[in-house]
């Protein structure tokens, strides 16, 4: 089992940046495929980036390609999410998930397929 617990959600004016950070518990962090999602006031939960278990495959929703980046530090069982270019459409309440998979290259992308999720980091992107 494993806990996330996210940070470094804020406000901040378009354009700007920010970089939030997903701290796992346990000492099992490396059999975890991770990813971010984000949910807007009224809209569904979307998938926006996931990252597999070695950090090298990730997968991004086509509305934040080239804007954010995911990583992974398995020494510091941390993922971080860094956001540029932030748009007012990005506001959302963020959640980090994490899947236990067999393969290292795994990057999961469906919500329903990941057990564990954090509480949320709320992000607000002023216009």
């Known amino acids: 089992q494993v806990q996330l617990v996210e940070s470094g959600g804020g406000s901040v004016q378009a354009g700007g940046s920010l970089r939030l950070s997903c701290a796992a518990s346990?000492?099992?962090?490396?059999?975890?495929?991770m990813g971010w999602f984000r949910q807007a006031p009224g809209k569904e939960r979307e998938f926006v980036v996931g990252?597999?278990?070695?950090?090298?495959?990730?997968n991004y929703a086509d509305s934040v390609k080239g804007r954010f980046t995911i990583s992974r530090d398995n020494a510091k069982n941390t993922v971080y999410l860094q956001m540029n270019s932030l748009k007012p459409e990005d506001t959302a309440v963020y959640y980090c998930?994490?899947?236990?998979?067999?393969?290292?290259?795994?990057?999961?992308?469906?919500?329903?397929?990941?057990?564990?999720w954090g509480q949320g980091t709320q992000v607000t992107v002023s216009s």
């Open positions: 998930a994490a899947d236990p998979t067999l393969s290292i290259y795994t990057i999961v992308v469906v919500a329903d397929q990941y057990d564990y």
């Open positions: 346990g000492r099992t962090f490396t059999s975890y495929a």
């Open positions: 990252i597999s278990r070695s950090g090298r495959g990730t």
